[in-house]
């Protein structure tokens, strides 16, 4: 019955590696996002996706590579991971209304440690 | 550039007092306020929102503030309870799909 769910919720792995973590919502939300919580707990948006189509990107390395198959799902690819990719990422979903008024719901977020 | 701050990290509260979290923002283009809640291991889950056509916006135990010419916000929960202990977030956004989240006050209710 989760809202928003997300897989895996830890994942260890070297640097240099590849790794995807996949996110889905049941809401029938058509907007899906990508945060990213640091080691100082600061939650900054990566990536924007409204049905199907990327609407922000901020500046993230070109080594990750969202990818929205469906409105119900929105991928993250990361490509030669880091020592600062260590994170939590969060995956959100939410209903677009006009004047951006929408409540966002999170996954559980997934925490990530490359060694 | 973090335009969404809040400047105390940590607070503690008595049960059944009000718990006042603050919030400062630097971009007036800003039209929407979210509150967001999270527990340990959890994702953020939304609490309550305010729009900036207004100044107070009140859900059971918790009320928003906002004060536009100070670039201000504040939520009150009141009374506090234990339960209500966790992070408190505020978001902000100009309603273009982004939203700016603040780093978080942590707030704990003793019993």
């Known amino acids: 019955d989760t809202a928003v769910s997300q897989t895996p919720k830890y994942l260890v792995t070297q640097m240099g590696n590849d790794k995807s973590i996949k996110c889905e919502q049941n809401?029938?939300?058509?907007?899906m996002y990508w945060y990213k919580q640091d080691s100082k707990k600061f939650l900054k948006i990566m990536f924007s996706?409204?049905?199907?189509?990327?609407?922000i990107n901020e500046t993230v390395p070109n080594r990750f590579s969202p990818k929205s198959p469906d409105k119900a799902h929105l991928n993250l690819h990361i490509n030669s991971l880091e020592l600062g990719d260590s994170a939590v990422y969060f995956c959100?979903?939410?209903?677009?209304?006009?004047?951006?008024?929408?409540?966002?719901?999170f996954g559980p977020g997934t925490r990530l440690l490359v060694l | 550039d973090q335009q969404v701050k809040q400047n105390s990290p940590s607070l503690s509260v008595q049960e059944g007092r009000i718990s006042i979290l603050n919030c400062d923002y630097t971009n007036s283009m800003f039209d929407y306020f979210l509150w967001y809640k999270k527990y340990p291991a959890e994702g953020p889950t939304f609490l309550i929102s305010i729009s900036s056509i207004k100044d107070k916006n009140e859900d059971g135990r918790f009320t928003v503030f906002l004060n536009k010419s100070a670039k201000h916000l504040s939520l009150h929960i009141v009374p506090s309870q234990p339960g209500d202990s966790a992070v408190y977030f505020c978001a902000a956004s100009t309603g273009t799909y982004k939203y700016i989240f603040g780093t978080g006050t942590r707030l704990k209710v003793l019993a």
């Open positions: 959100a979903s939410s209903q677009a209304t006009s004047g951006g008024a929408e409540t966002q719901y």
């Open positions: 996706y409204n049905n199907k189509e990327l609407i």
């Open positions: 809401l029938g939300h058509d907007t």
